[in-house]
């Protein structure tokens, strides 16, 4: 199977990053996972990516502090914060620290294949503009 791109997910739970880590790379992502925000940099340094998935609520750092560390390495990277706890004081504070958006929890797993799909060229693993691409 081809390589799609390349995820960072980063999820302070181990059955989220086992299970979420077996989808994506059974649809043909490689993907990287961390523990929480300190490792997710230390992977940062030394392994690019396309997309990043951080979860919210972890200790030490939080999502939003993740991104805007990870946003240092990667200033065209895609971060998505994901949660369940669903507030617009959340949502902003992730926005303003550099996530591109935010997934909510349970994450709907066709639709985030659907995202992902979008974002990243299979053949590259680059991501593809979301806006002003040219129609094929």
């Given at each position: ?21 077996r989808?994506l ?40 502090e ?71």
């Amino acid at each position: 199977m081809h390589e799609r791109g390349v995820v960072l997910l980063v999820d302070d739970n181990r059955g989220i990053r086992l299970t979420m880590g077996r989808i994506l790379g059974n649809v043909g992502y490689r993907v990287v996972v961390a523990a929480n925000g300190s490792e997710a940099v230390d992977v940062a340094r030394r392994q690019p990516f396309d997309v990043a998935l951080i979860d919210f609520k972890m200790n030490g750092m939080n999502g939003a502090e993740t991104c805007a560390s990870l946003r240092q390495f990667n200033l065209d990277a895609t971060l998505f914060i994901v949660t369940a706890h669903v507030s617009s004081e959340i949502e902003r504070s992730a926005l303003a620290d550099g996530a591109t958006g935010v997934i909510h929890k349970p994450v709907d797993v066709p639709a985030l294949l659907e995202l992902l799909n979008e974002l990243i060229t299979p053949t590259e693993g680059a991501l593809v503009p979301a806006v002003g691409r040219a129609a094929g």
